[in-house]
């Protein structure tokens, strides 16, 4: 059964990000600018199959053989929509699915959050139910009629499993009307998952209001976040695309690279090899690391499902609900025309994946300690040596808060992404995240006890209250991930004392039989 996801992107930034993921995706599964499979007769039986098999989580196909974005494109202000439409991939997408607000006379969070929301809400609404309308033999039986009538598109779903917003959070629609949205789909689908993909605000006055507020919705509405930072995108943009003034173009180029890879999880077949878990977990236990578990899934016989969708990847990732801010790093990074010269053994990317260059997010993994990991390898044949990634992580155990067992999960995706022979991306939750939130909260408690700016808000109707409950909100969560990260366990105590349990168990029931 498919499990579909329904892709929402919000604003400006929402927009710009979610149009240059699509372009990625429907390179990787091989789809024209008009929605049809490329065909390729030297493609492989296999290779068509992990190509294709799980295209309908983001893909719904119409009559014709099309392939239609299962997505939405929203904003308050038509005209970034208008630059989709005419973009590449625009007639890709449903055009009932473009929801603008009325006027382009801009205005700020108020207006996204209050006055013009009700109106896109609405329309929205209508839009999201037709996404999300589930197959049954009455509709299906509906669809076949309609097809012939009007060779009109098929949006049915079989089981909705959730949605992923692109937005930023300072920009005053991207925060506003795209932190509004995630509540909405909380409240009226709580069985379904909602996640975000939010670009963390730049250091100006309103952006630091907009993220504060932003922020709040995110921890109460989302279930999971993925946190990425311009200015590391900048950073990375200078140092391997070797552009002294990098562009959103580029920005967003590396951007669709790293989600590219964290969606293909879900987009892929994955294959599992029990034996090397077997093994692995024998020698584990020679090792006395019991805390530390690795699943690889590396061969083509056994299907795996291993964190394939999201719900699968929140209950991995996310020990604690409210932490679920996720930082992804991606290797590698490269100018498209010089992806032929990257490196692309495995030590290489691993070498890269655990340091802060290759984060999307402005960190220092070293500040903090990891919750969980979760590391996606694709590529053909790729020849891992596991008891290296496993050494690896043994040495980085200090790293880790030393609470929670089964830390780094590996998945490996036997298919060679679109233009190298290999890629990976890391998925990780780690408490260092606390120090971006904490950097964002000083300025803005700097701002608002000044009350700088404030009026643009309070004119539009936001109360000082809504500010006040926000950051206490994020102060929260801050001291959250903090208590975290200072949690030390005596593992090697709590470990003997379940052995010698064991041995007395074990020592009764000997005396019992004599
Ligand atoms: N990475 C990236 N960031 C962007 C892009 N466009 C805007 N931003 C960032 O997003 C923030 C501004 O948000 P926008 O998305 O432009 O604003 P909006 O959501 O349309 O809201 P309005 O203020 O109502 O226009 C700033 O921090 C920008 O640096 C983009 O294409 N890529
Ligand atoms: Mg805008």
Redesign the pocket.
Known sequence: MVREIIHLQ?????N??GNVFWESICKDHQLSESGSLISDPETSKNKLRLQTEKMSVYFAESSDNKYVPRAIML???PG?LEVVKAGRIGKMFNPDNYVAGASSV??GYGR?YLTESSQIIEEYTEVLQKELEVKSQKKKKRVKTEKKRKGGEVQLCDSPQGFQVM??L??????GL?TLLLEHLRNNYPTLVTSSFS?L??QLIV?TYHAILGLSQLIDHSHATFT?D?AS?FNICKRTLKSSNPT?KD??WI?SLAMNGVTSSFRRVQNNNTKEEISLSQKKKKKKINYFYIVIAGDYRIPCKLNDDLHKMRLNLIPFPRLHFLLMSHYPFFKVDESKKVDTSVSTMTDYLWSSVSSLANIVPGDGKYLSDSFVIRGENVSMNIWDVFNMSSHMAEDFVNFIPNLIKITVIPLAPTYTPLNGTLLCNTTCIKNTFAALSSTFSQLFQRKTMLHRFTREGIDELQFSESHANVQSLISEYQDKQDVVVDLENELDAVDEENSIEQNNESDFYE
């Open positions: 919000v604003g400006q930034c929402g710009q990000i904003d308050t202000d970034p801009l205005g996204s937005h930023s300072g920009g005053s629609t991207g925060s795209g670009v605000p730049s952006e990425i311009n995108l959103y920005l967003n951007t």
